[in-house]
């Protein structure tokens, strides 16, 4: 059914969804928007961050030699 709009029926649309909600209130949802992407972006990189962390911190972690871990 959304494959039939094509590019008149969305430029309709979005003239109906600027006449309801105005000018303003469609820039500042656009710029929450941003916010939630940028927000967002921030989240993977630093779980990224933190994935890599563990990583280096697992091999970093348990240095005793095998012939002591034996007689403990």
Known sequence: MLNNIGLPGLLLIAVVVLVLFGRGKISGLMGEVGKGITAFKKG?????????????????????PEEKKDNA
């Open 44 to 64: 993977v990189s630093d779980g990224q961050k933190e994935l890599d962390d563990d990583e280096k911190a697992e091999s970093a972690r348990d240095v005793t």
